[in-house]
């Protein structure tokens, strides 16, 4: 199953005029970063915060080596991923 998150917060089944932005919305969770008019607003301070984590990660742990043995599979359609990323430290 995939979840098409390129639509999220904008199923009109379940907000009064979806397509519009509004920050006040009831159950206006964000699931992605959006893009334009509908972009997240922290969008940079959730970056910052991913580099930071990414830094020390290395800092403490090392540069990750992927892990040979397992043939990995790129998935997906909208968003296109590895199907698992096996890595070692």
């Known amino acids: ?34 893009l334009g008019l509908h972009g997240c607003l922290g969008m940079q301070l ?3 915060e991913m580099e930071v984590l990414a830094e020390r990660l290395l800092e403490r742990c090392g540069v990750p080596s992927l892990m040979g043995g397992s043939a990995i599979k790129i998935e997906g359609l909208t968003f296109r991923r590895p199907n698992f990323l096996p890595v070692s430290f």
């Open 1 to 34: 199953m995939q979840i098409a998150l390129a639509s999220a917060n904008r199923d009109e089944r379940q907000f009064i005029e979806a397509a519009d932005w509004n920050p006040r919305r009831e159950r206006a969770a964000m699931v992605t970063f959006g």
């Open 46 to 48: 959730a970056r910052l």
